[in-house]
């Protein structure tokens, strides 16, 4: 496809569940960014990969979460033992080198 | 620590002109991203400015001074469409993570 694509799109889980979200980025694209977004607010910064290796995960809330990007294409972002209070919408985007990232549709996580 | 500021809400009037400011205290800067974002949807990429002076797009220019940490969106002709989120992101050195602020919301009265 032309654009980031994301999955799923929405996700609802209980309490204590782990989930896995997946990101699809532009090809060729050497970057690749996870935000996650609460309503009224600007994207939080979680995690950013140059190539297969995480430049700088110091987004990340806690070791509840982690991404991996295995083959420095798609990257998939993990949440174990979810929490309410990690219900957000989380935005994934992929730039070439330093150019501005676009971002996918985003999927909308829901933890009861 | 990193900073991003700009005004939470700002009103303007159809076919008017408005200006979107925003400051921002980071420990290095490579660039500057404007996007939009409509409620609902993910932020689509407006401009870049990394060195000072007016970038013109349109009916959209953005303005950057790094000396002030100061930048702008300007947009004139307003549309209705034109209701959305504003957001101003910077690129941090080193890096290059990409920060964002709040965002400013944008209502566009007939």
């Known amino acids: 496809g032309a654009g980031v694509s994301q999955t799923p799109s929405n996700k609802v889980t209980e309490k204590g569940k782990y989930v896995e979200l997946r990101c699809d980025p532009i090809s060729g694209h050497t970057a690749l960014y996870w935000y996650r977004q609460s309503l009224g607010q600007g994207p939080e910064f979680l995690i950013y990969?140059?190539?297969?290796?995480?430049?700088?995960d110091s987004g990340l809330p806690n070791d509840r979460f982690f991404a991996v990007r295995p083959e420095g294409s798609v990257s998939t972002l993990k949440i174990q033992r979810t929490e309410r209070g990690d219900s957000a919408v989380y935005l994934c985007?992929?730039?070439?080198?330093?150019?501005?990232?676009?971002f996918g549709p985003g999927t909308r996580l829901t933890v009861l | 620590g990193q900073n991003i500021d700009q005004p939470t809400e700002m009103t303007a009037t159809e076919g008017a002109i408005v200006q979107i400011n925003c400051t921002y205290q980071t420990s290095g800067f490579n660039g500057l991203f404007w996007y939009q974002q409509h409620a609902g949807e993910a932020p689509t990429f407006l401009s870049y400015?990394?060195?000072?002076g007016l970038e013109e797009k349109g009916r959209f220019s953005s303005f950057l001074s790094r000396s002030k940490g100061y930048s702008y969106l300007l947009l004139k002709e307003l549309q209705m469409k034109d209701s959305a989120s504003y957001l101003c992101?910077?690129?941090?050195?080193?890096?290059?993570?990409?920060?964002f602020g709040k965002g400013t919301r944008l209502h566009i009265l007939p």
């Open positions: 400015n990394v060195l000072d």
């Open positions: 992101a910077v690129s941090v050195n080193r890096d290059d993570k990409i920060i």
């Open positions: 985007a992929s730039s070439w080198r330093q150019g501005p990232p676009f």
């Open positions: 990969f140059q190539g297969t290796g995480a430049a700088d």
